[in-house]
């Protein structure tokens, strides 16, 4: 990622001050230095980056993020735009977050969400941001938390986040959002039997996109298939009842169905107490994901490590040391004992 280093100064106190003052002004330019400041993998930007946010903070919180998921092919990005049309013609401002995946070779990534979704990025109500996952896992960005932060600050109340495609490790985006969209084709029972499990546990809405035309009836078994579905299965969000829809994102029919379904969850948790737990729990699994990250870097960056790791690396491959037994003589040499 190629970034724009006039962009991220002034670095003093009272230039950061200016930088969040702008932010929370609703400026898109300072808005859009604040993201890539946050997704810089540099240490000074990272110092940066969190006194921005600590500043930000106080103004965050007050959206509803969703989370949008579903495999390749779904229409992701047409739904987003339909959905996304739909909230701003009733007066909501839209962020989109939009991770597109890392190509493990180049580390390069199409980032393209912006002419997929002509019509939504033209709003004077929305702003999309595109970001590489970096490989992360669950298809989203290792910095996708702060940039929701740094968008609510903005005055973005209703924040979208489309990730990579679903998989076992789809629960990193349920750990960000208020709520978790998975979005399937018309494809009824077959389509059923190959999606995980774990994902339609997580969803607090599933929507059959692309119910027009022909596939219409298709669309009816796939919702009817689902929605007998979930009565055999656990949910994770107590006070609310997973819901199945089928919507057309090419001609609009009930995309007012499935904002009005986010609106009614949002209002269920939020009068429970349960929305605001559910942030509090994010937050602490933030803080440890945060201190694990700094462990391993430290650890990786120790000399002592750095010393044995190449014989030790080696003598796993080999197969002549169990990889357990090898992490704890890492942890060893980085001072970590057994007791």
């Given at each position: 990622?190629?970034?724009?280093?006039?962009?991220?100064?002034?670095?003093?106190?009272?230039?950061?001050?200016?930088?969040?003052?702008?932010?929370?002004?609703?400026?898109?330019r300072?808005?859009?230095r604040?993201?890539t400041?946050?997704?810089?993998t540099?240490?000074?930007?990272?110092?940066?980056a969190?006194?921005l946010?600590?500043?930000?903070?106080?103004?965050?919180?007050?959206s509803?993020r969703?989370?949008?998921?579903?495999?390749?092919?779904?229409?992701?990005?047409?739904?987003?735009?339909?959905?996304?049309?739909?909230?701003?013609?009733?007066?909501?401002?839209?962020?989109?977050?939009?991770?597109?995946?890392?190509?493990?070779?180049?580390?390069?990534?199409?980032?393209?969400d912006?002419?997929?979704?002509?019509?939504?990025?033209?709003?004077?109500?929305?702003?999309?941001?595109?970001?590489?996952?970096g490989?992360?896992?669950?298809?989203v960005?290792?910095?996708?938390?702060?940039?929701?932060l740094?968008?609510?600050?903005?005055?973005?109340?209703?924040?979208?986040?489309?990730?990579?495609?679903?998989?076992?490790?789809?629960?990193?985006?349920?750990?960000?959002?208020?709520?978790?969209?998975?979005?399937?084709?018309?494809?009824?029972?077959?389509?059923?039997?190959?999606?995980?499990?774990?994902?339609?546990?997580?969803?607090?809405?599933?929507?059959?996109?692309?119910?027009?035309?022909?596939?219409?009836?298709?669309?009816?078994?796939?919702?009817?298939?689902?929605?007998?579905?979930?009565?055999?299965?656990?949910?994770?969000?107590?006070?609310?009842?997973?819901?199945?829809?089928?919507?057309?994102s090419?001609?609009?029919?009930?995309?007012?169905?499935?904002?009005?379904?986010?609106?009614?969850?949002?209002?269920?948790?939020?009068?429970?107490?349960?929305?605001?737990?559910?942030?509090?729990?994010?937050?602490?699994?933030?803080?440890?994901?945060?201190v694990?990250?700094?462990?391993?870097?430290r650890?990786?960056?120790?000399?002592?490590?750095g010393?044995?790791?190449?014989?030790?690396?080696?003598?796993?491959?080999?197969?002549?040391?169990?990889?357990a037994?090898?992490?704890?003589?890492?942890?060893?040499?980085?001072?970590?004992?057994?007791e």
């Amino acid at each position: 990622m190629t970034l724009d280093r006039a962009a991220l100064q002034p670095t003093d106190d009272v230039g950061e001050h200016r930088h969040a003052a702008a932010i929370l002004d609703g400026d898109r330019r300072a808005l859009a230095r604040a993201i890539t400041l946050i997704e810089s993998t540099r240490s000074d930007h990272r110092a940066q980056a969190e006194s921005l946010l600590a500043e930000l903070l106080p103004a965050t919180g007050r959206s509803i993020r969703i989370g949008i998921s579903g495999v390749p092919g779904v229409g992701k990005s047409t739904f987003i735009e339909a959905f996304g049309l739909h909230i701003v013609a009733r007066g909501h401002r839209v962020a989109v977050i939009t991770v597109d995946p890392s190509s493990p070779i180049s580390g390069g990534s199409i980032l393209g969400d912006k002419t997929r979704m002509e019509k939504l990025s033209r709003h004077p109500s929305t702003y999309i941001r595109p970001s590489p996952s970096g490989g992360s896992l669950g298809g989203v960005a290792r910095r996708t938390r702060e940039v929701i932060l740094a968008t609510e600050a903005a005055g973005f109340d209703v924040i979208l986040v489309e990730t990579v495609g679903v998989g076992q490790s789809e629960t990193a985006v349920a750990g960000l959002v208020d709520m978790f969209m998975l979005l399937i084709a018309p494809g009824g029972g077959d389509e059923l039997q190959g999606l995980k499990k774990g994902i339609v546990e997580l969803a607090e809405l599933i929507v059959v996109n692309k119910a027009d035309g022909d596939l219409i009836p298709a669309a009816e078994r796939a919702r009817r298939d689902y929605s007998a579905a979930l009565h055999l299965l656990r949910h994770g969000s107590e006070g609310w009842t997973p819901k199945v829809l089928k919507c057309s994102s090419m001609t609009g029919e009930a995309i007012d169905e499935v904002w009005e379904t986010a609106e009614a969850f949002r209002t269920a948790m939020s009068a429970s107490g349960k929305l605001e737990a559910r942030r509090a729990e994010q937050a602490k699994a933030w803080m440890w994901d945060e201190v694990n990250e700094a462990l391993a870097r430290r650890l990786k960056e120790d000399a002592a490590v750095g010393a044995l790791l190449p014989e030790l690396e080696a003598r796993v491959q080999a197969g002549s040391v169990n990889p357990a037994d090898a992490a704890r003589q890492v942890l060893a040499a980085f001072g970590c004992k057994d007791e």
